[in-house]
């Protein structure tokens, strides 16, 4: 995928153009008229869709590295925009030790890889932002008009309305796409490229028959992600952290966090020796900087926006809110034909995208090397994991699996640890058949309620103490507590634990690997500002960029709450995380496909 910027005319863009039709009567005798304008409008895609191809195919070639090195050296440096609320720039990303200069490098490729188009202009009235009710999407015809085939891809076109109907001519809106059908309890998600000019298109795989519904959703307008982008730079202090301090008969309670302003107050040191991840806290006035005795979530800063951006973040006005068709919603797809599916794949080779699965009869069916096992009953999982041991690090999201597990097998029997509720560390063991089960949290920052200055440790440190081999499985799931803070921080993180991760594979061949991705999760005004999945898909890109390659199996979360029809959740429903889990399994304990 690459980006690209296309030139539309003018008749290219009337035909998805909905300030033609504004107003209920103009709507209603639009919808008679729609087949007629409908084949108006997808000739001009067409002819739109050709020019992108051919476009995007020549940007991919000559958009040089060095540029793309230049671009993101900018990105990562240049203060942005006008906001002078909080002239202050990302004072947390570069704190810590230095990066070296390898370190550097891969951190601009990284942001480069997510970069993210900004609107031209800020600050900006309501009534020019994207509005998801005004911007309407089309399903283009299959090549040649022919009918649809399991094997095809198919694409939808989108475009980009303001308030007052008007189409808009930059990207960066964030949308997410949905092909599915209830009735087969299949679904996929589909890859949205950006045209970086109003214009979007989601690319679905066919592939499974009958007929499937298209579902388009504006997550947050282009103009809300830049406020969510400043959020990140200058407000990592917007979820905050706290920790007691005690010695004697003596306590005190201070704020602590990843960074803190220099120069204000004594501050407590507790950057990591072995990982060089760092952590303050404001030293307490009377106790020393060890009598620190846990770590707590703090709370969450308020205030965060003007009132015009507010506006920027409403539910059911421009926060996760469909868009509408123009013209059909659904598609039928027919069996495969042999013959057709090699040419249509070798022609839109270029922007073919292959999602990591999909969901088909509720069950996930991943497209990657293995065949998908079931794992119904947990005889069949006590079998698969019989003498095995699993260690999973993470936030709550893995947390999940370990408590799915101890539920779900019951020769499992959860080990009493006397940890606090939700924070762990667990322990379930089944001595029968040999098998441990262990789930900690990772290091600060973490948003837990209370948890021991003891067991706050890194991911990285936990995986060097691991002996590993063919009998230990690891688990991480690592994003949701990052999304307040520059992605730097969490570039940082990632590379220690794959570090480790390396280290471990590498004396100790066989050691099984798993990687849970960030998953969507519910928005409402103010969660967006703190836990937006625009923050999460930004983390999930450098995630997978950072496993790419490695012998670590990636379970794609994102994937699999995008293409499922439940709402959106931070903590995925247990039908997901059974297919998750399903996942896993299928990874420890089957074969490889035969092709
Ligand atoms: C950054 O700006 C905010 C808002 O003005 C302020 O509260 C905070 O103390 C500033 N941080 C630093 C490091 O100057
Ligand atoms: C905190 O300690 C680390 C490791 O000793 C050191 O590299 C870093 O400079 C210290 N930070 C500050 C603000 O002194
Ligand atoms: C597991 O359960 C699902 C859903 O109930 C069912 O479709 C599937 O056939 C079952 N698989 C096995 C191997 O039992």
């Known amino acids: 995928m690459c980006d690209t910027i296309v030139m539309v005319t003018a008749e290219n863009e009337m035909g998805l153009d909905p300030g033609k039709a504004r107003g209920s009567n103009m709507c ?25 191809h051919t476009l995007e195919r020549l940007n991919c070639q000559t958009v040089s590295t060095f540029y793309n090195l230049q671009n993101s050296l900018h990105s990562a440096f240049t203060p942005e925009g006008p ?16 990066p070296s200069p390898d370190e550097l490098l891969e951190e601009h490729y990284l942001l480069d890889s997510i970069s993210w188009p900004e609107p031209p202009a800020r600050p900006i009235s309501l009534s020019r932002t994207s509005d998801p009710t005004h911007s309407l999407f089309a399903i283009l015809p299959a090549e040649g008009g022919k009918e649809w085939r399991v094997g095809n891809q198919m694409e939808a076109l989108v475009q980009i309305h303001d308030f007052q109907g008007r189409p808009k001519h930059h990207g960066g809106d964030f949308l997410l796409a949905r092909l599915h059908s209830p ?6 998600a589909g890859q949205v490229l950006d045209h970086r000019n109003g214009f979007y298109s989601a690319l679905f795989p066919l592939l499974w028959e009958g007929t499937s519904r298209v579902e388009v959703t504006l997550v947050h307008s282009s103009e809300a992600v830049a406020v969510l982008r400043r959020l ?4 990592p202090d917007r979820v905050f952290f706290k920790s007691l301090f005690r010695s004697g008969f003596l306590s005190e309670t201070t704020v602590c966090n990843l960074c803190l302003p220099a120069g204000q107050q004594p501050l407590c040191n507790y950057t990591d020796l072995r990982t060089g991840e760092p952590w303050y806290c404001y030293k307490p006035k009377l106790l020393g900087c060890n009598t620190r005795i846990n770590h707590f979530k703090g709370g969450y800063q308020k205030h965060l926006l003007t009132n015009k951006e507010a506006l920027l973040f409403q539910s059911g006005v421009n926060i996760k809110v469909a868009i509408h068709a123009s013209g059909s919603n659904s598609i039928t797809v027919l069996p495969e034909e042999k013959a057709e599916v090699e040419s249509s794949s070798a022609r839109s080779e270029s922007v073919r995208v292959l999602p990591s699965g999909y969901y088909f009869q509720g069950s996930w069916r991943p497209l990657g090397e ?24 993470g936030d709550s999201t893995v947390r999940q699996w370990f408590e799915y597990l101890n539920a779900f097998v019951p020769e499992l029997k959860e080990f009493n640890l006397h940890s606090p509720k939700n924070v762990g560390p667990y322990l379930a063991v089944d001595s029968t058949h040999n098998i441990m089960l262990q789930y900690r949290c990772h290091g600060p920052p973490i948003r837990f309620s209370t948890v021991a200055s003891s067991e706050m440790r890194y991911v990285a440190n936990e995986l060097d103490g691991l002996s590993g081999g063919p009998d230990t499985v690891v688990v991480l799931s690592v994003w949701a507590h990052f999304s307040t803070f520059p992605v730097e921080v969490y570039i940082r993180r990632l590379r220690h634990i794959r570090r480790a991760v390396l280290r471990l594979l590498d004396r100790a061949p066989g050691t099984k690997v798993v990687v849970r991705s960030a998953n969507l ?10 836990n937006s999945d625009w923050f999460s898909l930004q983390l999930d890109g450098v995630l997978r960029a950072m496993f790419k390659g490695l012998d670590v199996l990636l379970v794609d979360a994102w ?18 995380v059974k297919n998750m889990i399903d996942t896993m399994l299928t990874h420890i304990c089957s074969q490889k496909k035969k092709s």
């Open 28 to 52: 209603r005798s639009l919808s008679k008229y729609a087949p007629v304008f409908l084949v108006l409008a997808l000739s001009g895609l067409i002819f739109l869709l050709r020019n992108i």
């Open 83 to 98: 906001s002078s609320l909080y002239r202050n720039q990302t004072y947390c990303a570069h704190l810590g030790q230095e």
């Open 183 to 188: 009735e087969l309890g299949a679904g996929v």
């Open 232 to 235: 990140r730079e200058e407000r």
């Open 370 to 393: 293995y065949a998908m096992h079931q794992f119904n009953d947990s005889s069949a999982i006590t079998q698969c994991l019989k003498g095995k041991v699993l260690y999973m690090y």
């Open 521 to 530: 999760q519910a928005l409402d005004p103010e969660v967006s500002l703190y």
């Open 559 to 576: 994937e699999m709450t995008a293409a499922h029809h439940l709402p959106h959740a931070l903590h995925p429903p247990p039908t997901i």
